[in-house]
Every structure is written in C-alpha cells, then in structure tokens.
C-alpha cells in the first residue's frame, strides 16, 4: 500500500489543473505581453486567476502579484517592504518559528542591510505571546511578520489579534503574514483583519510548483526585488508563468469548494490518528491538537528512535512522511521550532511529522498506525542507549 502523508512539503494536483496546466503549455502558449490573438488568450488567463484569487481573499484583483513561490512572495514582501519604507524606521519583528523563507531573508536584512529584527519568542504550543509584541513594538518599527501556521507542528499563530496591536500601536506598520500553510485551509480575507500583505504558494493546494502570489494592499510602499521588462507593474518583473498561474487559479478555486467539509474530514482523521499514537507509548505530539491548531498536520516524538531511521523504515513500507520542513533541505537537521518550544531533548531528533489533505483516508491511517506499531518496538531495541 502507497501511502503520501507528507502534503505539508508538497501536495498531487488536482488532475483538473494538470489538464489545465498542460493545454496551457501546448497549446495556449502566447506570450502574455505580445499584442497578437495567442498573447492576448495567455493574458487572459493572468486576469482570469488574479480575479479568482482575489475573489477568495475579498480584496481587488490589481493587489495580487505573481511569483515563483511561498519563498520569493517572503522575500519581496520583506525586502521589498523594508527597503521602500526604511526612512521611516529600520525595526522589523518576527517570530523565532517562522519559515525559512522568513528567517533567513530577516538575517540578511539585519547583517547586510543594518536592519534591527526581534525575533519572538514563543510558548510551548508555538504560538508568540501577544504582550511580548506590544513590548516589542517602538517608533522605528516599520514591520512586522506572522506566519498564518506554522508548517512544521501545526500552530496557528493569533493574528488576528496581533494585527489589532500593531495597528492601535501604529497604523503605518506594515504587517506582513506567510498564509503558505493557512491558505487552502483558512478563510483568510486580509482587509477585514488589516493584514497589508500575504504569501501563497500553488503546490500546497493541489496546483503546480514554482508558482505562488503575494498580495499586497494598494496603500503599501514596496521596490521590486527582480528587474526587467517592467511586467506586473514593474512590482514582478520577468514573462508570467501563465501555465502555473492558470493552475494555481484553479487549485484556489477547487480547495476551496466545500471547505469546511474537507478541513473537517481532515480534522477528524488527525484525532483519529493521535488517538491510535497513544497505543504506542513513550511518544509525544508537539504543539495543540484542539480546534487551534491546523487541520493537517501532526508532529509526533518517539522516544528512543532517530527520526531519520523512522522515516526510511516508513518509506519502505510505502509510506511517505517527513523530517522537518523539506523545503529547508533534504538533509534533517535538529529542528529550530522544536527548539523554540522545548520540546524535551530525547524528542528533538525522534520527530516526524505527518501532514494529511482532502485525500487522505481512514485505510491509510489504519495502515500507517499498523506499521509504527510493528516497527517502533523493533527499532527502540536495536537503538544505541
């Protein structure tokens, strides 16, 4: 038996937008910017996507900006924003869980660029501590970033309520959220909540990879990071990717029809499956598991055992999980997030984390339990103490 539950790095696509992708490719292939009938149809599909995306998030579709991903949307909206507001203030704020994408573009701004970042803190569920901002916050701060959920053990972070702080401390502070884990399972509309930018990548929501978008609110100064031939308002420079645009309009359109019912199905096996953990023994679920937590993921501790000789045991029986955030490296390192949230050190390199979609089934979590039962005991007693 096949089993993927590793749809936190990468999810299938949907076999309607690999259909979509595809005549796209081959046979709409126009230039965007060419004025000619094929240019004219490949343009259409950009406007076709920005309106359905922007019809999601209840914003204006001129706010939606093309990129290559979750971690060029990071690093546009930071960069792009820092730079462009910088006589204002040189004080970004994030939080020590954040993407990569986040904390290493946040290492360049502060040891390249002489940008002051505070890194955040967090409790033990992840989540950063809403008084600890407000200390945070001063007159040179300019920006603050919030991941939407944290793609590593599940924690969504309160941002709404940490929007509200910031702009009651400032209305000028831009606030920047990395949606990567949070759009496709959250209705996330960001005026209504104040949130001036967001990243989204396409192949988290069962559409292609190397295409995502950032929003951002008209009001926001922002400088483009890539130059060129002045496309996207000068914002994203470079040809549109109109096939993996195409497909990551109508990924966003299909995740979220029946939203509600999938993350609700997807809920229901997440407790199922941490229920059936408790058989086990001696392992830990890191983070919340309640209604506060993420509908897909499940980072999970088994004492005695090294992540990395778990997840191979695991892939040879079919089953598919991960180490940490793949996008990082396919290399596992001891995780930075676990860290974060103390995580016992007998657990810090004895975690996998196990992330479901709409298509994952009961059978699959059956068959993966059965496997971590009958392997565990066998590794725990072969296992150097």
């Given at each position: 038996?096949?089993?993927?539950?590793?749809?936190?790095?990468?999810?299938?696509c949907?076999?309607?937008?690999?259909?979509?992708?595809?005549?796209?490719?081959?046979?709409?292939?126009?230039?965007p910017?060419s004025?000619y009938?094929?240019?004219?149809?490949?343009e259409?599909y950009i406007?076709?996507?920005?309106e359905?995306?922007?019809?999601?998030?209840?914003?204006?579709?001129?706010e939606?900006?093309?990129?290559?991903?979750?971690?060029?949307?990071?690093?546009?909206?930071?960069?792009?924003?820092a730079?462009?507001?910088?006589?204002?203030?040189?004080?970004?704020?994030t939080?020590?869980?954040?993407?990569?994408?986040?904390?290493?573009?946040?290492?360049?701004?502060?040891?390249?660029?002489?940008?002051?970042?505070?890194?955040l803190?967090?409790?033990?569920a992840?989540?950063?501590?809403?008084?600890e901002?407000?200390e945070?916050?001063c007159?040179?701060?300019?920006?603050?970033?919030i991941?939407?959920?944290?793609?590593?053990?599940?924690?969504v972070q309160?941002?709404q309520?940490?929007?509200q702080?910031?702009?009651?401390?400032?209305?000028?502070?831009?606030?920047?959220?990395?949606?990567v884990?949070?759009?496709?399972?959250?209705?996330?509309?960001?005026?209504?909540m104040g949130?001036d930018?967001?990243?989204?990548?396409?192949?988290?929501?069962?559409?292609?990879?190397?295409v995502g978008?950032?929003?951002?609110?008209s009001?926001?100064?922002i400088?483009?990071?890539?130059f060129g031939?002045?496309?996207?308002k000068?914002?994203?420079?470079?040809?549109?990717?109109?096939?993996?645009?195409?497909?990551l309009?109508?990924?966003?359109e299909?995740?979220?029809q029946?939203?509600?019912?999938?993350?609700?199905?997807?809920?229901?096996?997440?407790?199922?499956?941490?229920?059936?953990?408790?058989?086990i023994?001696?392992?830990?679920?890191h983070?919340?598991?309640?209604?506060?937590?993420?509908?897909?993921i499940?980072?999970?501790g088994?004492?005695?055992?090294?992540s990395?000789?778990?997840?191979?045991?695991?892939?040879?029986?079919?089953?598919c999980?991960?180490?940490?955030?793949?996008?990082?490296?396919n290399?596992p390192?001891?995780?930075g997030?676990?860290?974060?949230?103390g995580?016992p050190?007998?657990y810090?390199?004895?975690?996998?984390?196990?992330?479901m979609?709409?298509?994952?089934?009961?059978?699959e979590i059956?068959?993966?339990?059965e496997?971590?039962?009958?392997?565990i005991?066998?590794?725990?007693?072969f296992?150097?103490?």
């Open positions: 038996m096949e089993v993927y539950l590793d749809n936190s790095a990468t999810t299938m949907y076999p309607e937008v690999g259909e979509l992708v595809y005549k796209v490719m081959c046979r709409d292939y126009g230039n910017s004025l009938r094929k240019g004219v149809e490949a259409h406007r076709g996507a920005k359905t995306i922007a019809k999601l998030l209840k914003v204006n579709a001129k939606i900006f093309f990129t290559s991903g979750g971690t060029e949307s990071d690093n546009l909206a930071l960069i792009g924003c730079k462009a507001n910088r006589r204002r203030g040189n004080h970004l704020i939080s020590a869980v954040e993407h990569s994408a986040i904390l290493n573009t946040m290492r360049y701004l502060e040891e390249e660029e002489g940008f002051r970042v505070t890194y803190p967090v409790d033990e992840g989540r950063i501590r809403l008084e901002l407000r945070a916050l007159p040179e701060t300019i920006l603050v970033s991941m939407y959920v944290n793609n590593e053990v599940g924690t309160p941002v309520n940490a929007v702080i910031v702009k009651r401390y400032n209305p000028s502070i831009l606030f920047h959220t990395d949606a884990q949070g759009f496709g399972k959250y209705r996330i509309h960001p005026k209504r949130i930018l967001l990243s989204a990548s396409g192949h988290k929501i069962h559409g292609p990879k190397g978008f950032l929003y951002i609110d009001r926001v100064k400088q483009p990071i890539i031939g002045g496309q996207q000068d914002i994203r420079s470079g040809t549109e990717n109109v096939p993996g645009i195409a497909g309009g109508l990924a966003s299909m995740i979220y029946d939203l509600e019912m999938k993350t609700a199905l997807m809920r229901e096996l997440k407790a199922y499956f941490i229920q059936g953990l408790d058989e023994g001696d392992t830990k679920v983070g919340l598991t309640d209604e506060e937590s993420a509908p897909h499940v980072s999970v088994f004492r005695g055992v090294r990395e000789v778990l997840l191979h045991t695991l892939e040879d029986k079919g089953i999980v991960s180490a940490g955030s793949a996008c990082a490296s290399h390192a001891v995780s997030v676990l860290k974060a949230i995580v050190r007998e810090l390199d004895a975690t996998l984390r196990f992330s979609s709409e298509f994952t089934t009961k059978e059956d068959y993966t339990l496997t971590l039962y009958n392997c005991p066998m590794l725990r007693k296992t150097r103490r």
